[in-house]
């Protein structure tokens, strides 16, 4: 374990944020890490207790508890706080593929499920992580280790976000020639394009991409399979396909005058501002520009944050946020205990710029657009909205949110951003591969499996679960790995 008693000696401290009015004028990551001495102190706060929640990955109370890739979390603080950095990140890396991702991005499942948290603030995991595998990348640890022997099987995998190329570094441990197809022009599918800069700055995943390139992992970007090569084609070359191309069908706003100019997708949004800042600082002028205008975004969750933050760097003049559901309570409630994912209103970095700079919090709870409304031209001008309450839907017996009468206000608003989630797997693809779909769109496989409906097609990630977080699409990368490869060689030792 860590320090005996040092979760009564040591108080919580996590790395330091550049002021939000200071931030918003760039893109960069703006966290200063602990001192590695202050950083052995936090994983002096481990209690190394009975059971380890941090590590279980378990669902309590329909939400996960703990990390779902069972990272040896006690272990590696105890190592940390020894200043043992090689062995703590060789136990780190037993079970992870990606921590320099993960320790910038997770919302720290690992945390909530702390016994720490139980009575006082939780161990500082997450910050421990990224100070284990910054430490390893700057001391020559994490090199290419190419395998020894190869299978002579070969393995497509399809999509190259956290899930994809999770797949790929397994399967390509393993001893498989792997090649990962990717549509855009860069690598890294959500991590690249769906995760603003300053959360994840890219040179984190080039360094990661060349790495793999050097352990005999091929990628092929500007290829959309389905489109620019057929499923046919990639099951007549390769033994195995892995279809982990995220659930990037993105949830609409049906709501007349939804045809007018200026309302996007946050996912179209996000990737227009990082393709144009890494292709050219923005000179290139092909991003959605906000400067002066009243952006608003439909939706909560990571996505709305990161288009709050986006837009205030960008130059919007005012940000509204919309969700609607109420706003969570700032505490646990007496029916959402500890160890249970807490169920408390968060505010994040986006909307801690828009207070700093608008003065007030920019999101507005229980409320939605009833109509978008036009000028002659076509573009978007004003917005309806219109107050939620909920109520219970006689048919089903379920509990819905549903417009209160005579509560429209129409704003004034010059850009939407829709941020409501996404629907599933895109149709193209699926059609492709003939793949059965569930009811929520995803790709269908037996629980817990990931062999889909057609032979020697797997899948894994958003496709496979739905929308959720990087953590989970990198378990899932590497439990579909292992079912690639005991199809492929009767056995698997992944």
Not at 341 to 355: F, S
Not at 368 to 380: A, C, D, M, P, R
Request: net charge neutral; glycine share 8%.
């Amino acid at each position: 374990m860590g320090k005996p008693t040092g979760f009564m000696e040591y108080e919580r401290e996590t790395a330091k944020a550049e002021s939000p009015l200071e931030r918003i004028h760039h893109f960069n990551e703006f966290h200063t890490p602990l001192s590695k001495e202050k950083q052995r102190q936090q994983a002096a706060r481990c209690m190394a207790c009975g059971v380890p929640f941090c590590q279980a990955g378990m669902m309590i109370g329909g939400m996960a508890s703990g990390c779902p890739l069972n990272n040896l979390v006690p272990e590696w603080n105890d190592l940390l706080y020894n200043g043992c950095y090689e062995q703590a990140y060789a136990r780190l890396m037993k079970t992870h593929c990606f921590p320099e991702f993960t320790s910038r991005v997770c919302p720290a499942l690992c945390e909530k499920a702390c016994t720490c948290n139980l009575n006082g603030d939780p161990v500082s995991t997450k910050e421990n992580e990224r100070t284990i595998i910054e430490n390893a990348f700057a001391t020559g640890l994490v090199k290419a280790n190419p395998p020894k022997v190869r299978t002579g099987k070969t393995v497509a995998v399809v999509g190259s976000g956290p899930s994809g190329l999770a797949t790929a570094m397994q399967l390509n441990k393993r001893g498989h020639k792997v090649t990962v197809f990717e549509r855009n022009d860069r690598i890294g599918g959500l991590l690249r394009y769906g995760i603003p800069n300053m959360k994840l700055e890219k040179q984190v995943i080039d360094r990661r991409v060349k790495l793999m390139e050097e352990e005999g992992i091929e990628f092929v970007t500007n290829a959309n399979i389905g489109v620019d090569i057929t499923a046919e084609e990639l099951l007549q070359k390769y033994d195995r396909v892995v279809l982990c191309c995220g659930a990037s069908n993105p949830r609409d706003i049906n709501a007349p005058g939804r045809d007018a100019k200026g309302i996007y997708f946050a996912v179209d949004f996000l990737k227009a501002t990082t393709k144009s800042l890494l292709d050219s600082n923005f000179e290139d002028h092909k991003y959605i520009d906000c400067k002066g205008k009243t952006v608003m975004v439909i939706g909560g969750g990571d996505t709305g944050n990161d288009c709050v933050g986006t837009s205030i760097r960008l130059g919007a003049k005012n940000v509204i946020q919309l969700e609607m559901m109420p706003k969570a309570p700032d505490e646990r409630a007496a029916n959402n205990p500890w160890p249970q994912w807490p169920r408390v209103c968060k505010t994040d970095y986006g909307q801690e710029e828009a207070i700093a700079k608008f003065g007030h919090d920019p999101r507005i709870y229980t409320t939605t657009v009833s109509e978008f409304i036009k000028n002659k031209n076509g573009e978007l001008v004003q917005a309806k909205l219109v107050k939620l309450q909920s109520k219970k839907d006689e048919k089903s017996g379920r509990m819905m949110m549903v417009p209160i009468e005579g509560s429209e206000e129409i704003i004034n608003v010059d850009i939407v951003l829709i941020a409501a989630g996404f629907l599933g797997s895109q149709k193209y693809v699926t059609d492709a591969f003939k793949v059965n779909i569930n009811g929520r769109t995803n790709v269908d496989t037996a629980p817990g499996k990931y062999q889909t409906s057609v032979p020697n097609v797997f899948t894994a990630g958003d496709m496979h679960r739905g929308q959720s977080l990087v953590v989970w699409a990198i378990r899932e990368g590497r439990e579909a790995a292992k079912a690639v490869d005991e199809s492929l060689m009767g056995y698997t030792n992944l």
